[in-house]
């Protein structure tokens, strides 16, 4: 006889395994990071955790944005559906493009509000994704395009993004007959998790291959807010001849704050932004209307991300001192809030040297030995992502990177 949860499994579409789905015995990363600090705490009740693993801002929003917010919320109009988007922020963020990038777009033409990068992300592929077309992303990396696209039936090429090659993806090793049938080019610069940003030489050449080959950029630029340096600022738009191929998305979740707010947008050429407003309309009906407004709010507001880059730098460069300190080597990305690594291959603490095989080995033994909780990532080369934005209801900024420089003062690493 059969049971409820074999009729249910009956109806599992085959794009997310089918009968199959959930019995995957795999158990993931951030699995094993919550298993393994459970089994500290079950040990050491009170132990206080720093937890770098966080990929989310340690902040609230500014409160000028809160206090809009909260007028707004009252104004009758807004109550209702947003649909495609309020004009208020599509000005407000081509004021921000042209200010920040200098990238003069339409409001009414280039730009369209999402509910966040990660929901835009999943649009995209419907757009312009068929079944069987190539797509080319990389690895590590933010995998919502990716998976969306395998979804669809397309074939995802991951190019791997290493210490070596700058954290650039080598895309034209892909060779000409590859590119040939490539449809879109997934990029995220700056880069999660690596930090990486990138050149305007990397950029120029990828229009330019894009342009030859006739596939689409997408660039997830959701960190660009939180580059230090002006200089350092790039958008691919920026690029002569990238508006016929290339769209951008950016987020105000890490410069400003907002990560739960879900706002953010797409911007580049109008027909391309007329395909993603076209399914979005069929997907959501657009952001909270008060919402949208105090983020137009926010973006006016150009110091509010320059203050939160300028602390996750100070932060960067605190981290990156200690750790070298004591033999981890990191090297500071230009924008970002996270450091990225090779990982150690042993250590010694407390007299004891253990070696690690992985990345997984090595972030384990920091939560375990250490009470320092960091991502691990072995997509290409054991590595590690260790947050600037400290999770923690007891420590302030100041305690924090004290205790890390306490738990690490008695550990020499080696590569």
């Known amino acids: ?13 085959n794009r997310i395994g089918g009968e199959n789905f959930g019995k995957a015995d795999k158990i993931y990363k951030f699995e094993k990071i919550k298993r393994a600090k459970r089994a500290v705490l079950a040990k050491y009740p009170r132990r206080i955790f720093l937890d770098m693993g966080v990929g989310e801002p340690d902040e609230m929003a500014n409160m000028g944005t809160i206090d809009v917010l909260f007028r707004e919320v009252q104004q009758f109009e807004n109550r209702g559906y947003a649909d495609n988007g309020c004009s208020e922020f599509k000005e407000a963020a081509a004021k921000y493009m042209a200010s920040m990038f200098n990238v003069p777009l339409d409001a009414d033409n280039e730009i369209l509000h999402s509910l966040g990068s990660k929901a835009a992300l999943s649009i995209l592929p419907l757009c312009f994704v068929n079944e069987s077309d190539t797509v080319i992303t990389t690895t590590p990396g933010y995998p919502i395009f990716g998976t969306h696209a395998q979804y669809l039936g397309a074939n995802v090429i991951k190019l791997p993004l290493s210490k070596a090659n700058d954290y650039l993806p080598e895309i034209e090793k892909l ?16 880069n999660n998790p690596t930090g990486a940003t990138c050149t305007r030489e990397f950029f120029k050449k990828i229009i330019e291959l894009a342009h030859r080959h006739k596939f689409l950029v997408i660039n997830d630029a959701a960190y660009a807010g939180l580059t230090f340096n002006k200089a350092d600022r790039l958008s691919i738009l920026e690029i002569s001849g990238s508006k016929e191929v290339a769209l ?5 979740s890490k410069g400003f704050n907002m990560t739960g707010w879900r706002i953010g947008w797409v911007c580049g050429n109008k027909h391309l932004i007329d395909a993603y407003g076209n399914v979005k309309d069929n997907m959501d009906s657009g952001q909270f209307l008060a919402i949208q407004k105090a983020a137009a709010h926010a973006l006016a507001n150009i ?24 033999g981890f080597e990191l090297d500071k990305p230009k924008a970002g809030f996270f450091l990225y690594g090779v990982t150690p291959t042993r250590a010694e603490f407390n007299g004891t040297v253990t070696k690690f095989d992985s990345a997984e080995q090595f972030a384990a033994w920091m939560i375990t030995e250490l009470g320092i909780i960091c991502v691990p990532w072995d997509d290409v080369e054991p590595a590690v992502r260790l947050s600037m934005t400290f999770s923690s209801d007891t420590l302030s900024e100041r305690q924090a990177l004290e205790l890390l420089k306490e738990r690490v003062s008695p550990v020499r690493f080696f590569s």
Request: charge should be neutral.
């Open 248 to 252: 951008e998305l950016h987020s105000m």
């Open 303 to 326: 110091s509010i991300p320059e203050a939160n880059g300028a602390r996750y730098s100070m932060r960067m460069d605190f981290v990156t001192a200690i750790m070298g300190e004591h």
């Open 175 to 190: 060779g000409e007959k590859t590119l040939q049938k490539t449809k879109v080019v997934l990029l995220n610069y700056p």
């Open 1 to 13: 006889m059969r049971t409820a949860e074999d009729f249910a499994k009956s109806f599992f579409a």
